[in-house]
T-cell receptor, first 114, second 114 residues
Framework: AQKITQTQPGMFVQEKEAVTLDCTYD???????LFWYKQPSSGEMIFLIYQGSYDEQNATEGRYSLNFQKARKSANLVISASQLGDSAMYFCAMRDGGNNRLAFGKGNQVVVIP | DVKVTQSSRYLVKRTGEKVFLECVQDMDHENMFWYRQDPGLGLRLIYFSYDVKMKEKGDIPEGYSVSREKKERFSLILESASTNQTSMYLC?????????????FGDGTRLSIL
């Protein structure tokens, strides 16, 4: 069963605008961690932000924030004030159940236009 | 900052060759991982290691082996390369076991088997 779902088609975003990337997850565990990664066309996978299932506050890291809705099992990434360098694939991932493995979604493509 | 270094960004090999992909991390991380990434299939875990000389199969270990003789180095070996192993290979490391630990990735190796 797919644990992480990212279903948005590729997105075009105007520079300086905010963009929200959707991620829903599936787990029966109470304790889990959610991660977002960025992969530019050059290929490297860059860790952006982390949210723990017991964290009461939404995670923030610079221009990145996470809209965590536990009851809905969603962990959407918000990028504020988009820059041209934000053009990339974005992957949502989860680790649960004492599992050392990360389950990745299929990714969201974002293109920032001037 | 965590630094995960993969030996090659691009590699071209021939069918039947034995291929070595090397990965080194400089943060004394316990765990290291090898993934392959293919369009439409996302990231798939090949092998991981949670300690020196310890390894565990991931989701797609067939045709691959790994070696971890030193804590900082994790090698992926294609015993007899085949064209269906043409892919992007990503190495990652994490500090310890635990659902809250992010994995940090290298720049990736684009491997072509001719």
């Amino acid at each position: 069963a797919q644990k992480i779902t990212q279903t948005q088609p590729g997105m075009f975003v105007q520079e300086k605008e905010a963009v929200t990337l959707d991620c829903t997850y599936d787990t029966s565990d109470q304790s889990y961690g959610l991660f977002w990664y960025k992969q530019p066309s050059s290929g490297e996978m860059i860790f952006l932000i982390y949210q723990g299932s017991y964290d009461e506050q939404n995670a923030t890291e610079g221009r990145y924030s996470l809209n965590f809705q536990k009851a809905r099992k969603s962990a959407n990434l918000v990028i504020s004030a988009s820059q041209l360098g934000d053009s990339a694939m974005y992957f949502c991932a989860m680790r649960d159940g004492g599992n050392n493995r990360l389950a990745f979604g299929k990714g969201n493509q974002v293109v920032v236009i001037p | 900052d965590v630094k995960v270094t993969q030996s090659s960004r691009y590699l071209v090999k021939r069918t039947g060759e034995k291929v070595f992909l090397e990965c080194v991390q400089d943060m004394d991380h316990e765990n290291m991982f090898w993934y392959r990434q293919d369009p439409g299939l996302g990231l798939r875990l090949i092998y991981f290691s949670y300690d020196v000389k310890m390894k565990e199969k991931g989701d797609i270990p067939e045709g691959y082996s790994v070696s971890r003789e030193k804590k900082e180095r994790f090698s992926l070996i294609l015993e007899s390369a085949s064209t269906n192993q043409t892919s992007m290979y990503l190495c990652a490391s994490s500090l310890v076991l635990g659902i809250h630990q992010p994995q940090h990735f290298g720049d990736g190796t684009r491997l072509s088997i001719l």
